[in-house]
């Protein structure tokens, strides 16, 4: 028996295929397509802190950006990212940090009196500074200050000078009264207002003093324990940083003292691969060796610069530039030779106090990370030296470089006194704010940190958060009547009109990151999603299709959850949210079922209150419920025109300040209401003034400037028609002066018709 068979299936065919991934390459210098080693696993090595001071907003646009970055791949994406980060706590940054601050501590904490001897100590700081920093010869205090004249074009030699400058002034101020109390023999020693004195000279002059002691001293500086102690503090304050910036911790942290064994058979595998050689202690790269051959590269990132020879000793440090032995210029150091005043581990060589070498991911990673401004030599050599350790051609697929950051038009410098750590930072913005506004700039771009861009990133924070409330509002609202139907069709015209327009942004925002993750079209697409929704609402009134609404708030709320822009975590919920401290309880939840229960009251008290005419203290009492009672509560309720409010919670203070603007825009609308009546009354009241003459007098009574009779002969109304001297006025004349003549007429009138008001008890004054 034949059987009825099913029609044939026909395959669908894509519309608009989804494009792939793309991201911006350093290695390549443009946006290539972004292939994974292993499908949806994805490796990433990420330079963290050298811990040796605060982390600045140039920091936080680096660990925003790579966090952002990181977020979108794995969140919008679904890569499974496994995320490696290295803090550099052994380099010659913290070193000299470290030793100088031991140094002033100390003398610091043996100084308990302003004296000469102190004072000298300062003259010889200043001058050392004059010769070592501003290039003064003779490292005289006149040369220095007129070097520092002619330093605008070196932001570092800025620095240099400017202290000096400062610091000199200070300097002279201070050597003046010690030697006024060394005149007046003044006992000095164990001398509270002495001691505070040379604390305070101390302190002022930190900077140059800290630099001298360390040449002067540093090297018996033997403790490893000072090292240490400084750079645990500086990595736990950058990581309170980061949290307070809603920076997702890393997968894998690694510092480099944790690793110095595995350091020491990393640097003799590349000297056994001929890559690196050692002199007297310190071990080399050997660049030209491993730029001849045929599969390996040099510099990859920035080939311009491996002949630079600035930027070659700058990569190599303060310490590391006083080494000797390199074959060549370009090579560099993976193990430096310790000398005295520095930490020091053991090795083949000898004991290392610098160390430039770390191996975590293997042979092949997908991504590293880091700012740009460490392209080379740091980034580069790492590429190097990787590559000869593993005899691969290319040990990272992409780098990824975030893009420098300036002030205001500026390179960031303490010398320019623009220098802002994220701390400060955070005094002045939400750290939403800020993410919001690095999110703005596209990550591999400069970008300029300036208040026209952070007021840009808290209007945008302000539009959303309102849209988010009134949305919430409406879904709340809805819950009520749910499974109800009022007979009213909601899904027409305007309704599949922003359904579409929801389905195009999808689309534009899925494009734009997959455009190098291009986040400020994605934003600008989010912007305009919300702009159109916000337009319907409007449009629409009490007749919101409430479902299609969520849907759209849903999506925006996803969208900035991937940015990290939201506090919650959770798939359904809707808006910022709240971090878990603040969240003990969904108030939502708890609180909503009363709320809507006290607003329907004053709903019907409202009704009732239009109704009946007598009960217009009803509306009062609803009022003060709205503006002060549920205010407090941090309530909002939007009356609307089918007599219905709108419950939402809105922050207290948000609504406080809101109300007390209102109060103030209506004390201002009386003032200026009074002020005119007042002005009214007071016209009234002068032309009640001049209505006392009566038309017939007017004329009589005129007299010119020098108290002369103007007119000798008037009719029998009192209008004049002749002047002074017996002539008779022209009739043009005679007619102005009548006109006016009947004005006043007028005004007499009125005047007697006040008069008579008055006396009869009818009239309170002169505005009646």
């Known amino acids: 028996m034949a059987t009825k068979q099913q029609p044939k299936w026909h395959k669908p065919v894509t519309v608009n295929p989804p494009p792939t991934i793309k991201i911006y390459n350093s290695l390549t210098k443009s946006k290539i397509d972004f292939i994974p080693i292993k499908g949806k696993q994805i490796t990433w090595y990420s330079c963290g802190p050298t811990v040796y001071d605060a982390s600045h907003v140039g920091h936080a646009r680096n ?83 007129a070097a520092s004249a002619a330093s605008e074009g070196d932001p570092k030699y800025l620095m240099y000078a400017n202290a000096f400058v400062a610091l000199v002034i200070i300097w002279v101020i201070q050597r003046d009264s010690v030697g006024a109390i060394v005149d007046a023999q003044v006992a000095l020693e164990d001398n509270d207002i002495s001691r505070e004195m040379a604390h305070k000279l101390l302190d002022s002059t930190q900077f140059i003093l800290s630099s001298w002691l360390d040449e002067e001293k540093g090297s018996a500086i033997s403790d490893p324990k000072i090292f240490r102690e400084l750079a645990a503090y500086w990595e736990q304050d950058f990581m309170e940083d980061m949290t ?88 560099f150091a ?16 000898g004991p290392a106090g610098i160390l430039n070498a770390l191996e975590i991911l293997g042979e092949n990673m997908d991504i590293h990370s880091g700012g740009i401004d460490l392209a080379f030599p740091h980034h580069d050599n790492e590429l190097a030296q990787s590559e000869a350790y593993h005899g691969c051609p290319q040990w990272v697929n992409y780098f990824v470089h975030a893009g ?109 990151l997959c455009d190098s993750i291009n986040t400020p079209t994605a934003l600008a697409e989010i912007m305009d999603l919300v702009s159109k929704t916000n337009i319907y609402l409007s449009a629409k009134r009490g007749y919101t299709n409430v479902n299609v609404i969520e849907k759209i708030a849903k999506y925006v709320t996803k969208i900035l959850r991937v940015f990290g822009l939201c506090e919650n975590t959770a798939d359904e919920a809707i808006g910022f949210g709240v971090s878990e401290q603040q969240a003990v309880a969904n108030t939502e939840d708890i609180v909503m079922p009363y709320l809507r229960v006290l607003s329907s009251f004053r709903d019907n008290v409202r009704e009732l209150a239009r109704q009946e005419r007598a009960h217009l203290e009803f509306l009062t009492l609803s009022d003060k419920l709205r503006d002060i009672d549920l205010v407090e509560l941090g309530v909002s309720l939007d009356d609307r ?30 003032a200026r209401k009074e002020a005119l009546a007042k002005a009214k009354e007071e016209e009234k009241k002068a032309k009640l003034e001049k209505g006392k003459i009566p ?26 028609t002749h002047d002074a001297q017996g002539q008779e006025l022209a009739k043009s004349r005679v007619k102005k002066i009548k006109k006016e003549w009947e004005t006043q007429q007028k005004l007499h009138s009125e005047y007697l018709e006040w008069v008579k008001q008055q006396e009869s008890g009818e009239g309170g004054s002169l505005t009646n």
Request: charge should be neutral; charged fraction near 30%.
């Open 641 to 670: 025109e089918d007599g219905k409010a709108l419950v939402k919670l809105v922050d207290k203070e948000e609504l406080i300040k809101a109300r007390e603007a209102k109060a103030q825009a209506q004390l201002e609308k009386v």
């Open 63 to 145: 660990y925003v950006t790579i966090d952002y970055l990181r977020r979108i791949l794995s969140d919008y994406f679904n890569y499974d990212v496994l995320f490696v980060m290295n803090v550099t706590d052994i380099d010659d940054k913290i070193i000299l940090r470290a030793r100088q601050n031991h140094l002033f501590n100390q003398l610091k904490s043996d100084t308990n009196a302003l004296t000469r001897d102190l004072i000298d100590k300062v003259q010889v700081a200043l001058k050392n500074h004059a010769r070592t920093k501003l290039g003064v010869a003779d490292g005289s205090l006149g040369g220095a200050m």
């Open 404 to 512: 420098h950051l300036e002030v205001e038009g500026q390179k960031m410098s303490k010398s320019l006194k623009n220098f802002i750590t994220i701390k400060e930072a955070l005094k002045k913005y939400t750290p939403r704010q800020l993410r919001l506004c690095f999110l703005l700039h596209q990550w591999n771009s400069k970008f300029d940190f300036k208040d026209s861009s952070m007021n840009e990133a808290k209007n945008i924070e302000t539009i959303l958060n309102n849209f988010f409330v009134n949305a919430k509002a409406l879904i709340n609202e809805n819950k009520l009547t749910e499974f109800k139907s009022d007979g009213i069709h909601r899904f027409k015209d305007s309704e599949q009109k922003i359904i579409k327009l929801l389905q195009e942004k999808q689309e534009a925002v899925h494009n734009a």
């Open 695 to 720: 038309a017939e007098e007017m004329f009589k009574l005129a007299r010119g400037e020098n108290d002369e009779i103007i007119y000798s002969l008037f009719d029998e109304q009192g209008i004049p």
């Open 244 to 331: 307070a910036l809603n920076v997702r911790p890393c997968d894998i942290l690694t510092r480099v003292s944790e690793y110095v064994p595995e350091i020491v058979e990393y640097v003799q595998k590349i000297v056994d691969n001929g890559y690196a050689y050692e002199v007297e202690g310190s071990v080399y790269f050997d660049t030209v060796a491993f730029d001849g051959h045929k599969n390996h590269h040099y510099a990859k990132l920035e080939p311009w610069s491996a002949g630079n020879t600035g930027l070659i000793n700058e990569g190599e440090g303060t310490l590391g530039s006083k080494l000797t032995g390199k074959k060549t210029n370009s090579d």
């Open 334 to 349: 993976l193990w430096k030779k310790s000398k005295p005043g520095e930490p020091a581990w053991d090795s083949p060589w």
